[in-house]
């Protein structure tokens, strides 16, 4: 038997734990995670290697109904992602059970021809009386080559999911080196770090109406880092609570954000951080580009 190789999407309603998994299955932070919806607005391409076989997965931003032009760009990535694959992981969330947004995704998942799992996850929250109920109804509503339960959070049944999705995969090349774990550069990976912990620190419209932008990244001597980043909003007022009360909250972004990059990067990290106002950003087609969202 040759190495076998595959593009993997991992699909599904928001917060049911894409990223959560795809950093589990890594074995190390690439994909930024908060319980709010629409946290993952890129493509994130995540490599697993083994001895026997190269995982390549694709974190592909919520499917759902778009309300402004991101949320347009955000769908259309994650439609053309399932045509181009070799197998599809449709993710759902053990304790929510079956919902409308589910059926949204069946209905898109009708005329793919790539396999389908079915990843019921978050078993941790459930009792494993009401699981069985929750997979014969799945299985009436989609084509499924098998059905498994996991836990990302705690890392249960992922190594079975590892073997069972290799039977699937074709043979195939090492598409990238051993050690390289994501095709996303570190710039990005950061500008990310930087917007999770916004999101995770703010309420309401304020984590959707934000971007963030790396205006520098120097290295310096004793493994120091230095960088600058702009965080974009669309009007003043939330400028006003990111800086926060004497610039609390703008510190607490910083301060926590700076911990991930540490640890991404390795080095000491100087951060110093920005709020800048661009109205309507997320509705202007040269904004998107400016800001890094292209086909
Ligand atoms: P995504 O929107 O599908 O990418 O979901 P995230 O990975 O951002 O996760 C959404 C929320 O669900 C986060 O608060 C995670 O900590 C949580 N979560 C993810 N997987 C699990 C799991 O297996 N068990 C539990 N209890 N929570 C989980
Ligand atoms: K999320
Ligand atoms: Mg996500």
């Known amino acids: 038997m040759g190495y076998k190789s595959g593009f993997i999407a991992i699909i599904g309603r928001p917060n049911v734990g894409k990223s959560t998994f795809l950093n589990r299955v890594i074995g190390q932070k690439i994909a930024i995670m908060s319980d709010k919806p629409q946290t993952t607005r890129n493509k994130i391409q995540g490599v697993y290697t083994t001895d026997e076989a190269q995982y390549i997965f694709i974190d592909t931003p919520g499917i759902h109904k778009p309300k402004h032009k991101l949320g347009d760009f955000m769908v259309k990535v ?9 197998a599809i992981l449709f993710m759902i969330n053990a304790k929510e059970g079956y919902g409308k947004g589910d059926q949204y995704i069946l209905d898109r998942l009708q005329n793919v021809k790539s396999p389908i799992f079915l990843i019921v996850n978050k078993i941790d929250l459930v ?25 990302a959070l705690e890392g249960n049944n992922i190594d079975r999911l590892l073997q069972v999705l290799k039977e699937y995969l074709p043979e195939g090349p090492k598409y990238y080196p051993e050690e390289q774990v994501t095709d996303h550069p570190e710039r990005f990976i950061i500008t990310e770090f930087i917007r999770e912990k916004v999101l995770q620190l703010t309420r309401e419209e304020i984590p959707h ?4 932008v790396m205006d520098n990244l120097e290295r310096r001597e ?14 003043k007022s939330q400028k006003g609570i990111l800086i926060g009360k004497q610039g609390k909250m703008l510190k607490n972004v910083g301060k ?6 540490e640890a991404l990067l390795g080095s000491k990290v100087y951060l110093e951080l920005w709020v800048k106002v661009k109205e309507d950003w997320r509705n202007r087609e040269s904004q998107l580009y400016e800001y890094g969202f292209r086909q």
């Open 209 to 212: 109406s934000i971007t963030v």
């Open 78 to 86: 994650a439609e053309n992602t399932l045509n181009e694959v070799d």
């Open 127 to 151: 009792h494993p009386d009401e699981l069985l109920p929750l997979i014969d109804l799945y299985k009436d509503k989609g084509n499924f080559q098998e059905i498994i339960p996991i836990s």
């Open 222 to 235: 004793n493994n120091t880092v230095f960088i600058q980043a702009t965080i974009i909003t669309e009007r």
């Open 256 to 261: 926590r954000a700076r911990e991930d990059i």
